[in-house]
C-alpha cells in the first residue's frame, strides 16, 4: 500500500468510527428514565404501548415488594439494556405508575446523566450533598433512604428518586460487613466507601 492510500484510508477511518460510536449511543444510550412523558403520574399502559410499540410492551409478572409476583407493564422485556418495568397502583386498569424500575446492565439515565454503574462519590457529588443508604446484603439492601434535602431529593413530575446500589464484587470482606443489614449509614462512612459502591437500580416512585 503506498503513502498516499494509506493517508486516504486512515481519513476514511477517522470519519466512520466516530459515525458508528455516535450510531451506537443514539440506539443504546439515549433513553432517558424521567417522570415525564411515558412515564408521567397520569400514565397507563396504552401510552406506554403509543411511546415504544405494542410489540415492545408486555404485561408480564415480575418480583414486587417481598419477593411476591406482581404484573407489571414490561417494556423491552426481552433486552436487559432496554428493559423497563412499570408496576401500578391501578391494575385493573393499568394505569397511575407505582414504580418505574430498570437494573443490571441497563443502558437507561437519569437525571443528571445517572446511570447504572455510576460510582457512590459522583452520585453524592450530583446531590450535592451526603445521603443515607440501608445496608448491604438483604431485600432492600444498598438502597438509599434519604437524600438528605439534596439536588435528587425532588425532582419534576412529583415522583420519587431513589437508586439501589451494590457494593464491589471484592470488597474487602471486613469493611463491607461493617455496612451490611437492615441499618442506615452515610454516603461519607468510610467502611461504605471502602466497599465501593456503584449504581444497580434505578426506580421513578409515585406516592398512592
Not at 397507563?44 to 404484573?71: P, Q
Request: aromatic share 8%.
Amino acid at each position: 500500500m503506498t503513502g498516499q492510500s494509506l493517508a486516504a484510508l486512515l481519513a476514511a477511518l477517522a470519519i466512520v468510527l466516530p459515525l458508528a460510536a455516535v450510531a451506537q449511543h443514539a440506539g443504546e444510550g439515549n433513553n432517558v428514565l424521567a417522570c415525564e412523558g411515558a412515564f408521567a403520574k397520569d400514565s397507563n399502559h396504552a401510552k406506554l404501548v403509543a411511546a415504544f410499540g405494542k410489540s415492545s410492551v408486555s404485561i408480564i409478572d415480575v418480583e414486587g415488594a417481598g419477593g411476591v409476583k406482581a404484573k407489571a407493564s414490561v417494556i423491552y422485556p426481552d433486552e436487559s439494556r432496554r428493559r423497563v418495568e412499570v408496576l401500578w397502583h391501578d391494575d385493573n386498569t393499568r394505569s397511575r405508575p407505582a414504580t418505574i424500575k430498570v437494573g443490571f446492565r441497563s443502558h437507561w439515565r437519569a437525571v443528571r446523566g445517572l446511570h447504572i454503574g455510576t460510582e457512590l462519590a459522583e452520585v453524592e457529588k450530583i446531590n450535592g450533598k451526603p445521603f443515607k443508604l440501608r445496608g448491604f446484603d438483604w431485600e432492600y439492601g444498598g438502597r438509599v433512604s434519604s437524600w438528605e434535602g439534596g439536588a435528587l431529593a425532588k425532582l419534576n413530575g412529583g415522583c420519587e428518586f431513589r437508586l439501589s446500589f451494590d457494593a464491589w464484587a471484592d470488597a474487602p470482606e471486613a469493611e463491607r460487613d461493617k455496612v451490611s443489614g437492615n441499618k442506615e449509614f452515610l454516603s461519607t462512612d468510610p467502611n461504605m466507601r471502602a466497599s465501593k459502591p456503584t449504581v444497580s437500580e434505578i426506580i421513578l416512585s409515585y406516592p398512592q
